[in-house]
């Protein structure tokens, strides 16, 4: 427990004139004649002064208070036989603590009880961060991340949360404050940092881990620096050893779909017909199923998928490399399935089933004249003479053609499908 002003004086035996304060902690003791010590005081000290020099009393003590002196410890018996009434009234006054030092009690005993407390404060402090750090690894090595997040938090007796790069919640224990302000300049920080600050009567804290994150700490207590820290640093572990797991998954998932690709049997392969899809997003959420990255794009072997995508026309698990390239076609042409790629029928490895599939709409008026308009290059009015009808007639039936069809004739590839489809 840290000392205060008023077990000193117990534990050293002096007489309290002033008990203002006497609940305030001793950070230290500072010795001094001078008029004006405060240049030479940092906060929390008792100040022993033997009031050789003090200078107008109120004045004195005032400069004291401003300088957050926690008591002032005054030796009688040398330059005064007693504790000034002025100096007393003073502090009074103003809140401060007074002490009155007898000349039997020297200044050092003082300063050596103050130091014996800091020092086994300090001591505690350190014992505490020791158990709490070996608590946090354990947790760590047991539960990871979600673990070192709960145990943090009771540790705290509080709340903390791992958060994701974008802020949300991935683990958490308790409520925070409102972090998106918070999470926004960190990330324009764009290195290693951290923020602490006071909220609603209570302490806040975040820090960076790496690219993966954020640790968030909130509590109602001052933070105990080094079991926040302890608990970033087996974090930050933790996640990067998931990125080496991760990357040695997408390495694993690669091999399995080369060995697809090879028309190897691999366990996972959907069983019936599917399709070879490209993802477009280049950060998808994990698919389901079969999926790998390749070529620095995200494959699925999947009967359908809910996400933007390129997709071959059905496979099974012996025509996965096809699927593969018909799928790569659908990606270069930016359409969602090789069906719809210009020129895609007269790859298509049944092409009596394409032909019957494609022209499924087109009656036989229109097919006699799309086969005769395309012997023609494209051409109304020579078609029109082959079939005896005016041109605009020809041109009405082709464009009826393309409605139903669902795509232009314009492109050479289609014209080449249909050409194909005809004569199949």
Request: proline share 6%; charged share 25%.
């Amino acid at each position: 427990m840290a000392l205060t002003v008023g077990a000193l004086a117990r534990e050293v035996g002096l007489a309290v004139l002033v008990d203002a304060g006497l609940d305030r902690v001793v950070t230290w003791v500072h010795s001094t004649e001078l008029a004006d010590p405060t240049p030479f005081l940092e906060g929390g000290e008792l100040l022993l002064t033997t009031g050789i020099a003090l200078g107008p009393h109120e004045e004195y003590v005032r400069r004291l208070v401003a300088a957050r002196v926690v008591g002032l410890g005054f030796g009688v018996g040398l330059s005064h036989d007693r504790v000034p009434d002025d100096l007393v009234r003073a502090a009074r006054d103003a809140g401060l603590a007074v002490l009155e030092v007898p000349r039997e009690t020297p200044f050092i005993a003082i300063t050596k009880a103050v130091s014996r407390a800091v020092a086994a404060d300090e001591y505690a402090a350190l014992a505490r961060t020791g158990a709490a750090q070996r608590a946090l690894t354990r947790a760590a090595v047991g539960d990871g991340p979600p673990g070192v997040v709960r145990r943090l938090a009771r540790l705290l007796d509080g709340a903390a949360a791992l958060l994701d790069p974008h802020g949300a919640p991935v683990h958490a224990v308790g409520p925070l404050p409102d972090l998106a302000g918070h999470v926004r300049r960190l990330a324009a920080s764009g290195g290693p940092a951290g923020a602490a600050w006071q909220e609603g009567g209570r302490h806040v804290a975040m820090q960076v881990l790496g690219r993966r994150g954020y640790l968030a700490v909130a509590a109602g207590r001052p933070l105990d620096a080094g079991v926040v820290n302890t608990a970033a640093s087996l974090l930050t572990v933790a996640l990067a050893r998931s990125d080496e797991v991760d990357a040695v998954r997408r390495e694993l998932r690669a091999a399995r779909f080369r060995l697809a690709l090879a028309g190897e049997p691999v366990e996972g392969v959907p069983d019936g017909p599917f399709r070879v899809f490209l993802l477009r997003d280049r950060e998808p959420a994990e698919p389901t199923g079969f999926w790998a990255e390749v070529d620095g794009r995200v494959v699925v072997l999947a009967p359908s998928v809910d996400v933007p995508a390129a997709a071959s026309s059905p496979v099974d698990a012996t025509s996965v490399a096809r699927g593969y390239r018909e799928a790569s076609r659908a990606w270069e042409a930016g359409v969602a399935t090789f069906e719809e790629v210009a020129g895609a029928g007269l790859l298509a490895p049944d092409a009596a089933e394409f032909a019957a599939a494609l022209l499924a709409p087109l009656d036989d008026v229109l097919r006699e004249t799309l086969r005769v308009w395309l012997a023609c290059h494209g051409q109304a009015e020579p078609a029109a003479a082959r079939l005896g009808v005016h041109r605009h007639t020809v041109r009405h039936r082709v464009q009826r053609a393309e409605r139903l069809l669902g795509r232009s004739l314009d492109p050479a590839g289609t014209r080449a499908e249909l050409w194909f489809a005809l004569h199949a």
